[in-house]
């Protein structure tokens, strides 16, 4: 069964920083892109940024560049978003989530499995 498991949310101050990591099992998703979104209350799911496998470019959302990183890990199952600078408005549910093939997308549809999400709340 395919799982994805994010982790490392919490409550921080802003200004602070937060490490997610997303780790996938199940099947190997070495050779697909993975993406990270997240969802505040009332709102839809955001993109924030994704990776590509072959040369693994990224993209970011323009609300997080300059602050958040995506990264794999060796393995390639494994997913990091470094979160630095955090602000209020980063205040969201982050999900990770893999795609349908190996690219770096910004639309939800291209994504095959998601997690179940971890809280990030920011203060102000």
């Known amino acids: 069964q395919v799982q994805l498991v994010e982790s490392g949310g919490g409550l921080v101050q802003a200004g602070g920083s937060l490490r997610l990591s997303c780790a996938a099992s199940g099947r190997t998703f070495g050779n697909y892109g993975m993406g990270w979104f997240r969802q505040a209350p009332g709102k839809e799911r955001d993109f924030v940024a994704c990776?590509?496998?072959?040369?693994?470019?990224?993209n970011y959302a323009d609300s997080v560049k300059g602050r958040f990183t995506i990264s794999r890990g060796n393995a390639k199952n494994t997913m990091y978003l470094q979160m630095n600078n955090l602000k209020p408005e980063d205040t969201a549910t982050y999900y990770c989530a893999v795609g349908y093939d190996s690219g770096c997308y910004s639309a939800a549809a291209r994504y095959d499995y998601w997690g179940q999400g971890t809280q990030v709340t920011v203060s102000s």
């Open positions: 990776i590509r496998y072959h040369d693994g470019s990224t």
